[in-house]
Antibody, heavy 119, light 110 residues
Framework: QVQLVDSGGGVVQPGGCLRL?????????????MHWVRQAPGRGLEWVAV????????FYADSVRGRFTISRDDSKNTLFLQMSSLRDDDTAIYYC????????????WGRGTQVTVSS | QSALTQPPSASGSPGQSVTISCTGT?????????VSWYQQHPGKAPKLIIY???NRPSGVPDRFSGSKSGNTASLTVSGLQAEDEADYYC??????????FGTGTTVTFL
């Protein structure tokens, strides 16, 4: 079974920064769109960001635009989510997710990494 | 972008069928064929069970089926089994490189 390994979560104070990472040895990130999806405690899923297979286009949910940046290092086949100006409501499990086909569903999910924003 | 609307809970007896609705707008569910469904067990990552409205990935039982009419998509689980107790989320592409999830539905046995 194809695996995504996401990491980098932790506890950070409001206003702080954190960088999440995601990697796999089983396919190349430059062949598909890659997303981050989050889930706050006891809540539903929320789409966060996408980076296209070309690596040059990235898009964000309104709730994180201007504070989060999705990027990729193709030499290491690693996906990142740089998070800044963190707020209490950013507390969630963050999942690295592969897009099955253009715009069409998320077929591979990481196990998730916990981000807690708290003073 | 507002979340798609799902009922908070749905239930059925083992062997019966349960149907979950997912209501969006003409800008998401009603406009695109890119509606997908996910199953999530407690403490686990979600799993894709339906994509493009009514297609099942390899390995997903044919007890799971999807459909769409207008701005509402539906997931039907037929022949309910113990392992089907879980949370279910719909998702739709909403244009302009934006995706929206449903509010989630917890399926339990009666």
């Amino acid at each position: 079974q194809v695996q995504l390994v996401d990491s980098g979560g932790g506890v950070v104070q409001p206003g702080g920064c954190l960088r999440l990472s995601c990697t796999t040895s089983e396919f190349s990130f430059n062949t598909c769109g890659m997303h981050w999806v989050r889930q706050a405690p006891g809540r539903g899923l929320e789409w966060v960001a996408v980076i296209w297979s070309d690596g040059r286009h990235d898009f964000y949910a309104d709730s994180v635009r201007g504070r989060f940046t999705i990027s990729r290092d193709d030499s290491k086949n690693t996906l990142f989510l740089q998070m800044s100006s963190l707020r209490d409501d950013d507390t969630a499990i963050y999942y690295c997710v592969r897009e099955r086909a253009a715009y069409d569903g998320f077929d591979i999910w990481g196990r998730g990494t916990q981000v807690t924003v708290s003073s | 972008q507002s979340a798609l609307t799902q009922p908070p809970s749905a239930s059925g007896s083992p062997g019966q069928s349960v149907t979950i609705s997912c209501t969006g707008t003409s800008s998401d569910v009603g406009r695109y064929k890119y509606v997908s469904w996910y199953q999530q067990h407690p403490g686990k990552a979600p799993k894709l069970i339906i994509y493009e409205v009514n297609n099942r990935p390899s390995g997903v039982p044919d007890r799971f089926s999807g459909s769409k009419s207008g701005n509402t998509a539906s997931l039907t689980v037929s022949g309910l089994q113990a392992e089907d107790e879980a949370d279910y989320y719909c998702n739709s592409y909403a244009g302009n490189n934006n995706w929206v999830f449903g509010t989630g539905t917890t399926v339990t046995f009666l």
